[in-house]
């Protein structure tokens, strides 16, 4: 069991579909990819990559597709698409995600911890304005598995020198909150419109609020404690 925590060390935010609104864009460059290759982008095939990372995605879209095409080079296409939906003002910020977390920054340690490869974390951190807030960025392409494995999480906490069971997470989407929880961590549900999150994400999640502006760690760490993985 994991010993109780006074407080939060640190805050970790999850990046598509909590601070910009990418995961429409995700999905849409993949049926795109998908077109040009004979086959439709259905549904089932975007819950089938919902949090994975480039080499587990990539691998899903080329085994879904029967291509003849390296998994590498379906991940850059599909990344650069991504990215270039960010240079050309596609990508919407999540409404009051920048503030909200320049006010968290300001009292904890923060760090991205996306599923997204590290490209589009520099897209998104550029169009957020929030370049040097962070204390860490991590992609899951650095570890072994994508959420909803804890691995992304563990790796962000590490970074900021704590341990995730010590720390909170803010996630839109279920594999994201199944990770935190897989971490040990405390997480915050704030469902994303575009995508809506899974009854199983509710159910996970420690506490679940209509928007980031809600979350206040402060207030939070006496609502609950840190626990250990599921």
Same mark, same amino acid.
């Given at each position: 069991?994991?010993?109780?925590?006074?407080?939060?060390? !640190?805050? $970790?935010? /999850?990046?598509?579909?909590?601070?910009?609104?990418?995961?429409?864009?995700?999905?849409?460059?993949?049926?795109?990819?998908?077109?040009?290759?004979?086959?439709?982008?259905?549904?089932?095939?975007?819950?089938?990559?919902?949090?994975?990372?480039?080499?587990?995605?990539?691998?899903?879209? #080329?085994?879904?597709?029967?291509?003849? @095409?390296?998994?590498?080079?379906? !991940?850059?296409? @599909? %990344?650069?698409? +991504?990215? !270039?939906? *960010?240079?050309?003002?596609?990508?919407? +910020?999540?409404?009051?995600?920048?503030?909200? %977390?320049?006010?968290?920054?300001?009292?904890?340690?923060?760090?991205?911890?996306?599923?997204?490869? =590290? &490209?589009?974390?520099?897209?998104?951190?550029?169009? $957020?304005?929030?370049?040097?807030?962070?204390?860490?960025?991590?992609?899951?392409?650095?570890?072994?598995?994508?959420?909803?494995?804890?691995?992304?999480?563990?790796?962000?906490?590490?970074? $900021?020198?704590?341990?995730?069971? =010590?720390?909170? %997470?803010?996630?839109?989407?279920?594999?994201?909150?199944?990770?935190? #929880?897989?971490?040990?961590? *405390?997480?915050?549900?704030?469902?994303? &419109?575009? %995508?809506?999150?899974?009854?199983?994400?509710?159910?996970?999640?420690?506490?679940? +609020? !209509?928007?980031?502006?809600?979350? /206040?760690?402060?207030? $939070?760490?006496?609502?609950?404690?840190?626990?250990?993985?599921?």
């Amino acid at each position: 069991m994991t010993e109780l925590a006074r407080h939060f060390d !640190a805050v $970790l935010f /999850d990046m598509d579909g909590v601070l910009v609104d990418s995961e429409r864009q995700w999905d849409e460059v993949r049926s795109a990819y998908a077109a040009a290759h004979g086959r439709p982008w259905t549904s089932e095939d975007q819950l089938a990559v919902m949090g994975a990372n480039s080499p587990q995605w990539s691998e899903a879209i #080329r085994q879904r597709l029967g291509a003849d @095409v390296p998994a590498e080079r379906i !991940a850059a296409e @599909v %990344v650069a698409g +991504v990215v !270039a939906r *960010f240079r050309s003002g596609a990508v919407a +910020v999540v409404p009051g995600a920048p503030e909200a %977390v320049r006010r968290i920054a300001a009292r904890y340690p923060v760090a991205i911890a996306s599923s997204s490869p =590290r &490209e589009v974390i520099a897209a998104a951190l550029e169009l $957020l304005g929030l370049e040097g807030v962070f204390g860490a960025t991590v992609s899951a392409d650095e570890v072994g598995l994508g959420k909803p494995a804890p691995d992304v999480y563990r790796l962000a906490a590490r970074r $900021l020198g704590t341990d995730a069971e =010590r720390c909170l %997470v803010i996630e839109d989407s279920t594999n994201g909150v199944l990770a935190g #929880r897989a971490a040990g961590a *405390f997480v915050v549900l704030v469902p994303s &419109e575009a %995508v809506a999150p899974a009854a199983a994400a509710f159910e996970a999640a420690d506490l679940v +609020v !209509a928007h980031l502006r809600d979350v /206040d760690p402060d207030r $939070l760490w006496g609502s609950g404690s840190p626990r250990p993985a599921a």
